[in-house]
């Protein structure tokens, strides 16, 4: 066999540098993430952009563990203010950047001598697909405890709304949010029941088309449209009807009072 001519050896070597270089880069493993909680959620949430929300269980389940791990940690020795617990969650998602969001709804209200303590968040990669996380604690003599968790409905923003005081044994309040991604945002809205231990849904709406809730002293009231009717007059350029659901509260949840149309 010939000897290569010196000529060809210093490519040869650079051919064989590149193709040894080549095989030690396969061999590279993904680096670890960020040390510290926040580094952790950037470097999962940065897999979601362009998952579908179907798709993306494994993923914002493993975030939702952490937060949830986390902030039962940080929550157990003491009896924060909503603030607080706010700040907190911001905290968590601090390195998130444009298009993910970490965004907190929280609240805190007093019941039986303790604080109900929603610490909830909406996790987002885009304008529709999101996964909302609420979690319920107790606090006490400067302790707090998780009680619950439920993932309120998908694709929607995370507010809360309270019902007046009617001297019920449970705490009830409204989750609500709006989902985009027609002409007009629809709502969903699930009336809980907080018993201590678990939330129940003691009435809900889904999708309501433009849909606007104000609670009253003993009445909900909900103004929206109807979609196929309000495509049909604007496309006949006339202006459609506007309806307005009135719910009374009772110990069991709403009852509908009326249902009637109004000007747009």
Do not use: C
């Not at 107790?138 to 707090?144: H, L, M, P, Q, V």
């Not at 196929?228 to 509908?256: F, M, N, Q, S």
């Amino acid at each position: 066999m010939q000897k290569p001519k010196a000529r060809y050896l210093p490519w040869m070597l650079v051919l064989a540098y590149m193709f040894a270089g080549g095989l030690a880069e396969g061999k590279k493993k993904v680096p670890p993430p960020p040390p510290g909680l926040p580094g952790h959620v950037k470097t999962l949430a940065e897999q979601l952009p362009g998952v579908m929300l179907e798709d993306a269980e494994p993923i914002t389940g493993e975030i939702q563990k952490l937060v949830v791990d986390h902030m039962v940690e940080w929550m157990s020795p003491r009896t924060p203010t909503d603030v607080d617990v706010r700040r907190e969650l911001e905290s968590v998602f601090s390195l998130l950047h444009y298009p993910l969001f970490g965004q907190p709804a929280v609240f805190a209200s007093l019941w039986k001598g303790s604080t109900v303590i929603g610490a909830g968040y909406t996790l987002g990669w885009n304008d529709f697909d999101r996964q909302n996380v609420l979690m319920i604690f107790e606090s006490r003599d400067g302790k707090s405890r998780l009680a619950t968790l439920t993932n309120f409905v998908p694709r929607v923003d995370l507010h809360y709304e309270f019902l007046p005081p009617q001297g019920w044994d449970d705490f009830r309040f409204f989750t609500y949010g709006f989902r985009l991604g027609k002409s007009q945002p629809r709502l969903t809205v699930i009336l809980y029941s907080f018993d201590g231990q678990n939330l129940k849904s003691l009435w809900e709406a889904h999708d309501v088309y433009d849909g606007k809730m104000n609670v009253q002293q003993d009445r909900v009231v909900i103004r929206y449209l109807k979609e196929d009717e309000y495509i049909r007059e604007v496309e006949a350029k006339r202006k459609p009807p506007r309806h307005e659901a009135v719910y009374r509260i009772t110990p069991g949840g709403l009852t509908l009072e009326d249902d009637h149309e109004i000007p747009f």
